[in-house]
C-alpha cells in the first residue's frame, strides 16, 4: 500500500510515520500545498496513493483545501469513486461541522487526535487497506 501523510506538527508526523509504515511505504509532506504536489507527481508515474492522511491545520493549505484539490484532479483524471484515494481527515477539531464539512469535501474518514492506533487500524480494516 502506498500512503501519503500530511502534517505539520512533527510529533504527529513521527507518529503517523512509524504508525503507518508498517503497513505501507509511506511519503511524509509538511503543508497541504506538498501533499496535493506529492499526490500529482505521483498520480502521474502511475505510483497513486491507496490511503492519504490529510491534516486539517496546516499552512499554505489546509487539509480541506487540499482535499477538494485532490478530490478535482481525480474527477478531472477521470478516476472513478471506487479507485480514488482513501482520504482520511486527522485533526484536533472534533466539532460537529468540521466534520460535516470533511465529509462533504469528499474524505473516506475523520480520525480525531490523539490518534488511538486501535481504532485507527478498525477504520484501515473497514475500508479494507489492511
Known amino acids: 500500500m502506498r500512503i501519503l501523510i500530511a502534517e505539520d506538527d512533527f510529533a504527529s508526523r ?3 510515520l512509524r504508525f503507518l509504515s508498517k503497513h505501507g511505504e509511506c511519503d511524509v509532506t509538511v503543508d ?5 504536489e506529492a499526490f500529482t507527481m505521483a498520480l502521474e508515474a502511475n505510483e497513486g496513493y491507496d490511503l ?3 491534516d486539517i ?3 499554505v493549505l489546509d ?3 487540499a482535499l477538494k484539490a485532490i478530490r478535482e484532479i481525480e474527477f478531472s483524471k477521470g478516476i472513478s469513486e471506487d ?3 482513501k482520504i482520511i481527515m486527522t485533526t484536533a477539531l472534533n466539532e460537529g461541522r468540521n466534520v460535516t464539512k470533511a465529509f ?3 474524505c473516506t474518514a475523520y480520525a480525531g487526535k490523539p490518534i488511538d492506533q486501535e481504532k485507527f487500524e478498525n477504520v484501515l480494516r473497514k475500508l479494507e487497506l489492511i
Do not use: S, T, W
Open 83 to 85: 479507485r480514488r484515494a
Open 14 to 16: 513521527k507518529f503517523m
Open 52 to 54: 492519504i492522511c490529510l
Open 57 to 59: 491545520m496546516m499552512p
Open 32 to 36: 497541504g500545498a506538498e501533499a496535493v
Open 104 to 106: 462533504e469535501l469528499g
Open 63 to 65: 487539509g480541506y483545501q
